[in-house]
């Protein structure tokens, strides 16, 4: 079985792509399961860019193809001053706790949302080093909700989960099911697609 880095102490994150890879004779591990650890400085104007910074990083200490990942979220109706894009988790400088986030997501959603709800649009953006190739892939979410009123059920490292709601479906992505994904074409088989195409 190969094992490829996700160069991330975000152990949600790499259970986000875990089983598909695992499928395809590919085992994530993450910055947790080496003794090696960089200090990135994530200052790239996208989500692609950040990205290559994190993968290019830990490239240069593993000898693992390496898998990054960022994202930026993008939200309709709010003041510019509080667009999070690529700083999502990080607001007035500050990196917030994932109930902090919660607080303070659902806080935007009740002062500026019609009815406590916000329309959002995730971007997310990948990179692999592989040999020395990078290479690159780029995907949204459909637009959902995020909501003043919180679900009772929080994912670890992926908080906003609380709080946001799929538009077609109206659940809490917290409660959403793997069927649900199946039906919503929402399962990112192209995502482990390209993972897999990438090391192979």
């Not at 790499?14 to 080496?34: H, M, P, S, V």
């Not at 929402?186 to 192979?200: K, P, S, T, W």
Request: net charge negative.
């Amino acid at each position: 079985m190969k094992k490829i880095l996700f160069a991330t102490e975000n152990e949600s994150k790499a259970k986000r792509f875990e089983k598909g890879l695992l499928q395809n004779n590919i085992e994530i591990i993450t910055i947790n399961d080496i003794d090696k650890k960089v200090d990135v400085i994530e200052n790239g104007k996208d989500a692609i860019e950040n990205a290559l910074i994190k993968a290019r990083a830990y490239a240069g200490v593993s000898d693992f193809p390496v898998l990054a990942m960022d994202d930026n979220l993008y939200i309709d109706d709010i003041p510019e001053d509080k667009q999070p894009g690529m700083f999502v988790r990080r607001v007035n400088g500050r990196r917030l706790s994932d109930q902090e986030m919660i607080d303070y997501y659902s806080d935007l959603a009740h002062v500026y949302g019609n009815n406590g709800r916000l329309t959002c649009r995730w971007i997310y953006g990948i990179a692999i080093i592989y040999n020395g190739v990078e290479k690159t892939y780029t995907w949204s979410k459909e637009d959902f909700y995020i909501v003043d009123k919180p679900s009772d059920k929080i994912d670890v490292g992926y908080p906003l989960n609380s709080i946001s709601i799929n538009k077609k479906l109206n659940k809490y992505f917290t409660d959403i099911t793997d069927t649900d994904k199946r039906l919503l074409n929402e399962d990112e088989q192209d995502v482990i697609d390209f993972i897999v195409g990438a090391i192979n």
